[in-house]
Structure formats: C-alpha cells, structure tokens
C-alpha cells in the first residue's frame, strides 16, 4: 500500500461508526497540512454535476473574494456582471444618477423595465476561509456522530457566520446561527444567563436535529409533491433542504408552487434562484447560490496553496 493511500485511510478512521449508515464517507477528504490532518467534505458531487459551471455560483465567488471597497454592478436575474467600480465611486452619486444608470444598463443590453439591476458589495471581509477553516471537521465529525448528512454541516458554517460568533438583527446566533426559540425547541438552554448557542458541540446537536426532523422530511415531501424523484444526497436536494433551513418550509412550498411543473430537481433550483413568493425573496434566493459558491472557492483555495488532499474512498 503506498503511503499516500495509507495516510489516507487511517485519517478517515475516526468517522467510521460514529452513524449507522455511513454513507458519505466516500464525500469525504483528508487535507493535510503539516503533521495535521482535517477530515472535510470535497466539492466532487458539485463539479461532476456541472453546478461550478452556473453563472450564478460562478458571481457569489467573485463577490466572496472582492474587497468591499469595490462592488459589481449586475444583471439580477443571470448575474451577468456589466461593470466593477469603487464602493465610494457608486454612493457619491445622486439617487437619480443611479436609476439613470440602471436604466442605461437595461436599453445598452435591451432588457425588461422590471428588471432588477444589482449593485453588490464585495464582501471578502466576510467570508473568512481562513477563519471558519478549523470549524468544519468539527462540524463534519459532530454532524457524523449525530447520523445527520455532515455536507450540511459544512455548508452552514461556510456561509451563515464564517469563523466568527456574531448574533444576527434578527436574533440568530451561534456558529450554525440558531434563532432562540428553535434552538430551545431542540433541546438547547436559552435565556438571559445561559446560551448553549455558543456552544459548539451543542449548536452542532441543535442544527443537525433540526435538519432531521424537520428540514430533510420537509423538502422531501415538497420535492415528492412537485413530482420530483428524491435521492437525499444529490447536490440539488441539498440545496432544497438548506433553503427549507433558511427561509422555512412554507415559503419554500410556495415558491416552489409559483414555479410549477419541473423536469428535474437541477431545473427547481435553478428557478428558485430568479423566482419570489410569500417571503422567499432576494436573500432566500440566493441562498443555495452562497452554499454552491463557499464549497467551490474552498475548494480552489485547498487547489491553489497546494495542500495534499486524499480521498476518503479508497478501495485497495
């Protein structure tokens, strides 16, 4: 056995057995740096699938590694980018500028009136890789020993507070960004003294529960009820499921029926990204957009320094 593989094999060690059915092992990779070894979720499903390849994935990228000093001025519904300029450049403008802007944009590339005309903000400021780098194969391995899909671990921190332990304006808080009273609703203490919130271990039980009981059957059954055939490891019906984290079952639901007929879950998706109903809106859209973005980039990164990554499927 060469070495490579045996690395390998015996870093992968420690998630075997932690569920009853292991069955994302073969996801699974071994990136090491140094003496140490970090057991993580790879982005294989995301690229043989051709998701990487999608524009919109594709513009959250660029935003996920531009400073915000800068924005990018985009098409809403392809994120088609038209123009780069300084963050200070756009907001020394009138706001009668700016529509006349946006207006100009729209005849140039002879679009709808109603078309919306983003201008976002880079935002690398935010999303720390390095930071958040730590996290997932605590993530990965807590969400194994809980029996939960540990993808979902790895999307969650990557893209909800990366690194850091901020509360959100609504109230979410903690790693996996829990709102207090689902988190109390999954067993977590939550009151003025105490917040198991901050708690990893214990954020990582909430968030994965959370997923089970609810988040998983939920998009199953609304994936189901659109006609859809469900394998729960594909990358869209991950996705479906991240959106049923972020922004509820129902909306989800009625997002989905505002669609209508789709001939596959890839196609769902993709017009869940430029389509609104009940409170799915812009942040709900893009939502999926983020977890496809975070995996890719991190991915490129590992690529780029040149860590030594070894799958975890390794048959000899």
């Avoid at 959250?60 to 400073?67: A, E, G, K, N, P």
């Amino acid at each position: 056995m060469k070495r490579k593989t045996l690395l390998a094999i015996l870093a992968c060690i420690p998630f075997i057995g932690f569920s009853q059915n292991s069955t994302w092992e073969k996801e699974m990779i071994a990136v090491t740096e140094g003496t140490s070894e970090h057991i993580i979720m790879g982005s294989a499903g995301i690229q043989s699938a051709q998701w990487d390849q999608l524009q919109h994935p594709k513009f959250w990228q660029q935003i996920m590694t531009l400073s915000p000093d800068s924005v990018l001025v985009n098409v809403g519904s392809t994120r088609q980018i038209i123009a780069k300029m300084s963050n200070k450049d756009w907001h020394s403008q009138t706001e009668v500028q700016k529509t006349e802007f946006k207006d100009s944009v729209r005849t140039l590339l002879g679009l709808n009136t109603d078309e919306r005309i983003n201008v976002t903000t880079g935002k690398n400021d935010f999303y720390r890789f390095d930071l958040v780098f730590e996290s997932l194969p605590k993530g990965v391995s807590a969400f194994e020993q809980f029996g939960v899909d540990p993808w979902y671990a790895q999307s969650i921190l990557l893209i909800e507070s990366p690194g850091r332990m901020q509360k959100s304006s609504v109230g979410a808080y903690g790693p996996f960004q829990l709102m207090p009273a689902v988190a109390r609703s999954m067993g977590l203490t939550v009151n003025r003294s105490v917040d198991e919130r901050r708690d990893f271990m214990r954020s990582a039980y909430a968030a994965s529960q959370l997923l089970k009981r609810i988040c998983i059957p939920s998009a199953k059954g609304i994936a189901e009820g659109a006609g859809l055939t469900v394998d729960e490891q594909s990358i869209w019906f991950r996705l479906l499921t991240m959106h049923v984290y972020h922004a509820g079952a129902l909306n989800v639901k009625a997002v989905v029926n505002a669609i209508g007929p789709v001939s596959s879950g890839e196609e769902l998706i993709q017009k869940m990204w430029v389509t609104s109903a009940a409170s799915f809106g812009n942040a709900s859209q893009n939502y999926s957009q983020l977890a496809l973005a975070a995996h890719i980039q991190l991915n490129q990164i590992i690529q780029g320094k040149g860590i030594p990554v070894y799958s975890c499927n390794i048959v000899e």
